[in-house]
Nanobody, 111 residues
Framework: VEFVESGGGLVEPGGSLRLSCTINGFPFRHHAMGWYREVPGKERELVASILRTGTTEYADGVRGRFSITRDNDKNTVSLQMNDLNPEDTGVYFC??????WGQGIQVTVSS
């Protein structure tokens, strides 16, 4: 299974980023997908998930600002992040259920 994550970086508060994760060698369309965030001193937490049916869930702190989508033809799950704030800073990991993880991508929100 190969994960290819992209789209992280440094952005000012109020800005936007779009994370993408393409997974090769995996039956993508049959599995739930998600994005997690990890910050030093805290457990990795779920930010957003999307079932194979397209049903989505979001952490309370990002609902209304983040949007997770999937393209089963391209084996890609994306996370559109708007109105970013410093609390969104962390390493974001793509996950394919049940327990397949990407390598992580840094997102830093700072002025």
């Amino acid at each position: 299974v190969e994960f290819v994550e992209s789209g992280g970086g440094l952005v000012e508060p109020g800005g936007s980023l779009r994370l993408s994760c393409t997974i090769n060698g995996f039956p993508f369309r049959h599995h739930a997908m998600g994005w997690y965030r990890e910050v030093p001193g805290k457990e990795r937490e779920l930010v957003a998930s999307i079932l194979r049916t397209g049903t989505t869930e979001y952490a309370d702190g990002v609902r209304g600002r983040f949007s997770i989508t999937r393209d089963n033809d391209k084996n890609t799950v994306s996370l559109q992040m708007n109105d970013l704030n410093p609390e969104d800073t962390g390493v974001y990991f793509c996950k394919a259920w049940p327990n397949n993880w990407g390598q992580g991508i840094q997102v830093t929100v700072s002025s």
